[in-house]
């Protein structure tokens, strides 16, 4: 293992035996795969995990190889940190392919526009490198975490699956599974195998789990590092044991792939490689990442054009000052304005997030007018995903969920 992972994997263990002072001048921000919450300062949280940041020349292989302008969420920065995606860039160059690996939790009936980050890059990646994905549906993760019974939870897995596909998913690369109903065979001999290799202190280490968490919660882990091994899957890629993983997700779910790279030399795997994204952040301000916990808090991608626009005007924290005249005299504070974080995640014209950049951090545009742009730009996205939904049928479901080989697994 690499010194600094070593150190990351070592340091959660460290912290939950003696409960450090390092550890406790972090605490203001919490990262983990179940809470996000404080001021996140992601350079340090680079440090901290022991990840990459992912700087200007990885994003300039990418256009290279794929021939295609890299995507809003790379020239942003949204994508920021990675774990070795330079060797599947490598490994690309040389005629190597890869496999995409990604996933979602079901804890709600719909997403919001935090979740669809992840799986509109993936689309990209997909489409730039024409290479197989494996979507997991963790309802075993969400029944075991959030009071929702095994049925309600294979329910909104499948709901949620027709949100993804709206994403426009490529049904001949595409293998989008439930735990429930895949997990099972070659996937579990993988289960029992990383769990042999992790010990109960290492599993407290890196989640921070107590003697009062269910057994449930301290089992589950290997559920989702073994997606990341080839053979998890034979039917799409059996006697490809050496093929690469990468998982483009936000942050939060380092601390699964820590453990996942941990154990896979000791099985014979390459280690997963993550491309890793910062938060959408909640409405209120940016402090913590849009939860589906609070629907204040979030955009969802059924709400209607009033609702996105009742929920800007009323809920984003904007660093713009409370009278017109105060606000032409010292311009809004950008650091801190949340409309104007979410045009750079979603406003793809360069020029015009800078314009209004300008124009509002000098006073000469209001809150309002930047509000007003923020609220078109969301309504098309979400109207768009609505059209895209609507049109996903069962059947289409079916064909994505299906124990199936990929027609067009590479070229
Ligand atoms: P879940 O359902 O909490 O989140 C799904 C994906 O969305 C990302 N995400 C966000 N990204 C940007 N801004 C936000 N505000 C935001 N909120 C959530 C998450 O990082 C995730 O990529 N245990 C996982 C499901 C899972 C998975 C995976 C995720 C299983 N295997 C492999 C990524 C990769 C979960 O509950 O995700």
Known sequence: ??????????EGAAAAAGGEAEAAAEAEAEVNPWEVSGKIDYDKLIDKFGCQRLDQSLID???????????????????????????????????????L????????????????????FTKYLQDAFKVPLVIQLTDD????????SVEESQRLARENAKDIIACGFDVTRTFIFSD???????????????????????????????????????????????????????????????LRCLIPCAIDQDPYFRMTRD??????????????????????????????????SAIYVTDSAKDIKD????????????????????????EVDIPVKYLSFFLEDDDELEHIKTE???????????????????????????????????EMVDAFMAVRPLPSMFG
């Open 1 to 10: 293992m690499e010194k600094r992972e070593e150190r990351a994997v070592e």
């Open 180 to 242: 429930f109903d895949y997990v099972g065979g070659a996937f579990y001999k993988n289960m029992v195998k990383v769990a042999k290799c992790v010990t109960y202190n290492k599993v407290v280490g890196i989640f921070g789990f107590t003697g009062e968490d269910h057994i449930g919660k301290v089992s589950f882990p290997p559920v989702q590092a073994v997606p990341s091994f080839p053979s998890s899957f034979p039917h799409l890629f059996n006697g490809k044991d050496h």
């Open 360 to 394: 509002y951090g000098s006073g000469r545009m209001l809150t309002f007018d930047v509000k007003k742009r923020l609220t078109e730009i969301l309504v098309e996205i979400v109207e768009r995903h609505r059209r895209a939904r609507a049109a996903v049928t069962d």
């Open 311 to 334: 929920k800007i005007n009323r809920y984003a924290f904007t660093g713009g000052q409370d009278t017109k005249e105060k606000q032409r005299l010292y311009g809004a504070n950008l």
């Open 61 to 99: 292989r990418v256009q290279r190889l794929t021939s295609r302008a890299p995507h809003v969420f790379l020239r942003r920065g949204v994508f920021f940190a990675h774990r070795d995606f330079n060797e599947i860039l490598d490994a690309y160059e040389r005629g190597d392919k890869f496999y």
């Open 263 to 296: 154990v896979a030399p000791r099985l014979g795997y390459h280690k997963p490689a993550l491309i890793e994204s910062s938060f959408f952040p909640a409405l209120q301000g940016d402090t913590g990442k849009m939860s589906a916990s609070d629907p204040n």
């Open 141 to 148: 993760e969400k029944c075991m975490w959030k009071n929702i």
């Open 101 to 120: 690996y990604t996933g979602r939790g079901p804890s709600s009936e719909a997403l919001h526009l935090g979740h669809l980050i992840p799986f509109m």
